[in-house]
């Protein structure tokens, strides 16, 4: 008797919690969470589109573009802001919580371009870690990565404009011109 309430015990701690099963997140394929995603981060709900690209990258590790826009998210959803009590203030709770969501964003970014050897690909990936180290005020991190993505797209305006923008930038002493 006593083992086959041990058994029990044993099936019911490994079960799949009723929660998972539920939650309709779960329910969705990897193109369908991606979309969901993608329409949210869209929006400018960055926070509400994260389970959605955390569900696509689940299902889908080795893709490069579910990766990276989950990194994206999670980079602008650690600087989202709502309103509370007629304040904008961060949307998340604490500064521990946004810079976890920053470190985690650089490791999908990081994971993401292992996983295409594409070079406009390449480029948008360093691009995006590019902007990420400028807007917090690392201008020559953000000029680094800006050279290593035109790099590997020469003919991109948009990456010209930002490595002459990041050098502009570090001429004026590293304030916006």
Same mark, same amino acid.
């Given at each position: 008797m006593a083992? +086959?309430? #041990?058994?029990?015990?044993?099936?019911?701690?490994? $079960?799949?919690?009723?929660?998972? =099963?539920?939650?309709?997140?779960e329910r *969705?394929?990897?193109?369908d969470?991606? !979309? =969901?995603g993608?329409?949210?981060?869209?929006?400018?709900?960055?926070? !509400?589109?994260?389970?959605?690209?955390?569900?696509?990258v689940?299902q889908?590790?080795?893709s490069?573009? !579910?990766?990276?826009?989950?990194?994206?998210? *999670?980079?602008?959803g650690?600087?989202e =802001?709502?309103?509370?009590?007629?304040?904008?203030?961060?949307?998340?709770r604490?500064? %521990?919580e946004?810079m976890e969501m920053? /470190? /985690?964003?650089?490791?999908?970014?990081?994971t993401?371009?292992?996983?295409? #050897?594409?070079?406009?690909d390449q $480029?948008?990936?360093v691009?995006?870690?590019?902007?990420?180290?400028?807007?917090?005020?690392?201008v020559?991190?953000?000029? %680094? /990565?800006?050279?290593? =993505? $035109?790099?590997?797209?020469?003919?991109?305006?948009?990456?010209?404009?930002? %490595?002459? +923008?990041?050098?502009?930038?570090?001429?004026? +002493?590293?304030?916006?011109p």
């Amino acid at each position: 008797m006593a083992s +086959g309430l #041990g058994l029990w015990a044993l099936r019911l701690a490994l $079960a799949p919690h009723p929660a998972a =099963a539920t939650d309709p997140i779960e329910r *969705l394929s990897a193109s369908d969470a991606f !979309a =969901a995603g993608l329409r949210l981060g869209g929006a400018g709900r960055h926070l !509400a589109s994260l389970p959605y690209f955390r569900r696509a990258v689940r299902q889908a590790p080795d893709s490069w573009t !579910a990766r990276e826009n989950f990194a994206s998210t *999670l980079y602008n959803g650690a600087q989202e =802001a709502r309103s509370h009590l007629g304040k904008d203030e961060p949307a998340t709770r604490s500064s %521990v919580e946004r810079m976890e969501m920053i /470190e /985690e964003s650089f490791r999908q970014t990081d994971t993401a371009a292992t996983l295409t #050897g594409d070079p406009h690909d390449q $480029a948008l990936i360093v691009y995006q870690q590019g902007q990420a180290f400028h807007t917090f005020g690392l201008v020559i991190d953000g000029l %680094v /990565e800006f050279r290593k =993505a $035109a790099a590997f797209d020469p003919s991109s305006a948009t990456l010209t404009r930002a %490595v002459s +923008g990041a050098e502009a930038r570090l001429r004026a +002493g590293g304030l916006a011109p």
